[in-house]
């Protein structure tokens, strides 16, 4: 790296919910390349606060998938649930700032944009709560690095998000921040479908005085059905046998082109040839990706 240059630091985020599947591969291949074409850091934190989730042996089963596959990490795995003091300490400095209020609304009687029926209640509720933070009219833009400039007025078109569930998790779109600001993130490469997210957590970082890092929202892949591959849709674990194989379909869904010369060459060779040929920009514009078959 030059004198001076500030490096790219970016990471891969899996939640401990099962194996990883194709679709969270071929996510995590996106940031790997983007990350060591810049000759940069490649971290990996376990998103485990969601604990009802969590599937024992899930952690480990992720680990060692992305080994197999080449896709080595820089530093020690993190793992939210060490970090549970950081999020209370600034939930605290947001109460503080009178930024966030109770709710005990229930997602049956919500629409998708929460009205903000409970953020002028004045006596602490005696039933179960979540914590939602305060919006307002501001347009929160940012220049996605595939997907162009993206605004949000976030009254409008999220309401008062909530940072605390009524269960006591803390919920994505606040731990996330936290996370990425602790690891000193400063590039995020993920999929489509977290695009909407991503002004709320910007509207984060402004309240917090934190820097945002630049954004890459990669297509999904998609089902010939038109769906998300997920574990919600059944997604099933990736097939660690011929890592190269997938790597190579991979690289084609990702729009790399690889030469056909290299779909039976070593992993090591053709992570090379992908990282020296990166290019994303291939993928501009693109939401989704159909994997047939």
Not at 51 to 77: E, H, M, Q
Not at 84 to 103: A, G, S, W
Not at 163 to 174: E, G, P, S, T, V
Not at 189 to 217: A, C, E, K, N, W
Request: proline share 6%.
């Amino acid at each position: 790296m030059s004198c001076g240059k500030i490096p790219y630091i970016g990471r891969f985020a899996p939640s401990p919910t099962g194996p990883l599947h194709f679709g969270s591969l071929y996510t995590a291949l996106a940031s790997f390349l983007q990350a060591r074409s810049q000759q940069g850091l490649w971290l990996l934190r376990i998103d485990d606060l969601d604990t009802p989730r969590n599937i024992k042996g899930s952690a480990d089963s992720i680990l060692k998938t992305l080994d197999a596959f080449g896709l080595y990490w820089d530093d020690t795995v993190v793992y939210q649930s060490q970090y549970l003091d950081d999020y209370h300490e600034n939930l605290d400095q947001l109460v503080k700032d009178k930024l966030i209020y109770p709710c005990t609304c229930s997602r049956k009687t919500l629409t998708d944009i929460y009205s903000g029926v409970c953020r002028n209640k004045q006596t602490l509720p005696s039933s179960p709560y979540s914590l939602r933070i305060k919006t307002d009219n501001r347009i929160i833009s940012f220049n996605d690095e595939l997907q162009g400039l993206i605004s949000h007025n976030l009254a409008e078109q999220h309401g008062d998000f909530i940072l605390k569930r009524k269960d006591q998790i803390i919920a994505y779109q606040f731990a996330v921040v936290i996370d990425d600001d602790r690891q000193h993130i400063n590039h995020v490469v993920r999929g489509f479908d977290l695009l909407d997210s991503t002004p709320r957590q910007i509207y984060l970082q402004q309240l917090l005085g934190l820097v945002p890092p630049g954004y890459m929202h990669v297509p999904v892949i998609i089902d010939e059905q038109g769906f998300k591959l997920s574990k919600q849709t059944l997604a099933t674990a990736v097939d660690i046998k011929k890592p190269h194989m997938v790597i190579f379909e991979l690289l084609t869904l990702l729009k790399q082109n690889p030469p056909s010369e290299l779909q039976h060459a070593p992993l090591t060779e053709l992570l090379g040839w992908a990282i020296e040929h990166w290019n994303p920009a291939l993928l501009k514009n693109l939401t989704a990706i159909c994997r047939s078959g």
